[in-house]
DNA sequence: GTGAAAGCGCTAACAC
DNA sequence: GTGTTAGCGCTTTCAC
């Protein structure tokens, strides 16, 4: 491992120094440091991947030479052949909280390893299978993806490809690993707070998948998170005898929630609570209510997934905790297992526990029990 | 390029589907769409780079094999010739709203191109250069980094082999561009509407730079853009003839500047107000406010970058935008261009204007002008 | 313990 | 217009 902080000249030793069309120096190369060092190449090679097979004396002249050189193996030329030592993690959406909560453990994981991560977002919803599909093609040891929006059988071929594992999906594979959540008691709990405090007329606030999805929308199989939300919602209003209301927003994003809730808002009666899909639509129907100049006994708001502004003392949503962090860490360590061999699938799933915030209040025109307001942290 | 929507098993036409070591399947190569289409590896190199010189009859037999196949082009072996047609985008922290805004526009900038993106984030701080370092190993065609903590030198040294664009520093290099924002006046213009509104007790929070930096710590050249904001501060302090107080936060996250700020808030007479030295801290010492149980007139709070939560009802943070999201944009163009042949390097600079929200109002103590609570959106 | 040789999959000259 | 050739920098047998 070279150790020099800054990025030498890469001028070899004998001669002049490398260069590329556009004048650009290259760096020095494997047989630079070979001739540095009066080895050959496969020598060195077995130095950086500490292979067996080297003496001490040769293992420090040739550390030496990439000292000297500033010697920097080149990630694709390693990746011909053998591994990139890279691992791809595909996120629906950069700026996403708990999106980046996941990213955070996981690249906090692999820093023990001597893996590399690369985060490929998505641009384009609709196109969750070419993100995931360039990952592959970037020859990275192996894929983390959160969710995306494609078939079961596609990621089965995919991962006779490349080691796979997928957060926030169901699935049960044979040929990939899931972490999720238990969302069926995570909305259960949502759905039982709300109704305790003495709401009826209960919103669920979900992104508009078909339009989101455009063209390509893969059909639900019912097993990812936001449909068993939905369906767990639809159960209990069913069961209570009242009637369903789906908001749909335009998209994943805040201000998308907040325009659907506005417009809920503004047009006749409107419901006392909101279930949001997550926690990002839950922020943004916040801001509806609050620009409506309404509070949480007016319209209360549960969110799921307790991104860290959730816990904001002036925010304080109502959220269900799926322990995003340990999911993302979880993913990870299953990854690095599978890239060690292992060939059986693996199914995690999280508890998850309700933080009841000031967001959710019973209704103002309800005597109901009043919550205590505390804050968990 | 390829257009079926699913991976496909790779077997080549007249043989045996190639499979590694771990039983996984390889894809198509190049050499098995030549064959198939019945030309020669060049001419499927050609069809596949649109480059010049294929018949029309050609590429038809040649797209076909393509698509028969699913042949994808391995992007470690084309780096080792041409391009990678990947850019490097290197962000200090996952999760950092501003940071998350940047890799959003470069994101959606870079979809109208043939280039894909790779973000990589910092696992360390001290340890910027070593997450360049490992973008330029992997081939990248150009990096867009964001105030990454290392030297000019460093830096020169690395635009001698990968076109380089930073965000958020101020250096003026021969060998790079640079895109920020005027740190200069935005910092003046909070300063002066503290002012205005009767502060003068004010705080600047600003993070332990030599304790996060650690051993690596960088000289503060005071060209960063936290060294400005914090210059400009006691400037205005020193021409008002008022003390100065910094106070320290130990990281760069919400709470770390909550912790920090709470500190000061329990222990003897503190500031009325509190100047951030970016949103994610203004945010975190908005919580250590909230959580003692005072408000904008006990302690008013503004920041910089206008991260969307600034603007959210609930929250409404004053702020300074310097719009983030156009910084990104132009960062990926000056990137582009440069790819594209520019060797002259150019500086941006952003203009800034402050967003008036209702965290900062007149000091409790004082009969000051009360600004209009405007929210801007 | 060490080195020579054979590729990995692709692109860029240069022939034809 | 099309095919042939020579590598890019690395890892990996397999002799020595």
Same mark, same amino acid.
């Given at each position: 491992?070279?150790?020099?902080? %800054? ?11 490398? !260069? ?11 047989? /630079? ?25 040769? !293992? ?9 050189? /500033?010697?920097?193996p080149r990630v694709? =030329? ?26 955070? =453990?996981?690249?906090?994981?692999? $820093? ?33 993806a959160v969710a ?6 596609? @990621? ?17 594979? *044979?040929?990939?690993?899931?972490? $999720?959540? /238990?969302? &069926?008691? #995570? ?6 707070? @709300? ?10 606030? /979900?992104?508009?998948? !078909?339009?989101? $999805? ?15 939300? !939905? ?7 069913? +069961? ?13 994003? &805040?201000?998308? +929630? ?17 279930? =949001?899909?997550?926690?990002?639509? $839950?922020?943004?129907? @916040? ?5 409506? #100049? ?23 949503? *109502? ?15 299953? @990854? ?11 199914? %995690? ?8 915030? +000031? ?19």
């Open positions: 491992m070279a150790t020099s902080p %800054v990025p030498d000249t890469g001028r070899s030793s004998d001669g002049e120094p490398a !260069r590329h069309a556009a004048g650009r120096r290259r760096g020095a190369t494997i047989q /630079d440091v070979a001739r540095e060092a009066g080895v050959s190449r496969a020598a060195v090679s077995k130095v950086i991947r500490n292979a067996y097979g080297v003496s001490d004396q040769m !293992r420090a002249r040739v550390e030496a030479a990439i000292a000297t050189l /500033d010697y920097r694709a =030329a390693r990746a011909m052949r053998g591994a990139s030592f890279t691992l791809g993690l595909e996120i629906p959406q950069i700026g996403n909280d708990f999106h980046s909560v996941i990213a955070s =453990a996981a690249t906090e994981v692999l $820093a023990e390893t001597s893996y590399q991560v690369v985060i490929a977002p998505i641009r384009d919803p609709q196109q969750g299978d070419k993100a995931l599909q360039s990952l592959a093609d970037r020859q990275v040891d192996g894929i983390v995306p929006l494609v078939s079961t059988d596609w @990621l089965d071929t995919l991962a006779e490809r490349v080691p796979l594992v997928m957060v926030g999906r169901h699935d049960v594979s *044979t040929r990939y690993d899931t972490v $999720a959540g /238990d969302d &069926e008691s #995570g909305a259960e709990q949502v759905m039982e707070h @709300l109704v305790e405090l003495g709401h009826r007329r209960i919103a669920f606030l /979900d992104v508009d998948r !078909r339009r989101a $999805a455009g063209k390509s929308y893969i059909s639900p199989t019912g097993r990812d998170p936001h449909s068993i939300r !939905r369906r767990v919602y639809h159960e209990h209003m069913g +069961a209570l005898g009242l009637a369903p209301l789906v908001v749909e927003s335009l998209g994943h994003m &805040e201000e998308d +929630a907040a325009a659907a809730v506005s417009e809920i808002l503004t047009s006749g009666p409107h419901p006392t609570a909101i279930f =949001a899909g997550h926690d990002t639509l $839950a922020v943004g129907a @916040l801001r509806a209510v609050a620009a409506a #100049g309404l509070d949480a006994e007016d319209v209360s708001v549960a969110g799921f997934d307790d991104i860290p502004i959730a816990s904001h003392p002036l925010i304080s949503l *109502t959220s269900v905790d799926q322990q995003g962090y340990a999911m993302g860490a979880e993913a990870v360590r299953l @990854l690095l297992e599978r890239i060690d061999g292992r060939t059986e699938a693996v199914q %995690v799933q999280m508890p998850t526990s309700l933080r009841v915030r +000031a967001s959710t209040r019973p209704p103002r025109s309800v005597e109901g029990v009043r919550p205590e307001p505390g804050d968990d942290r």
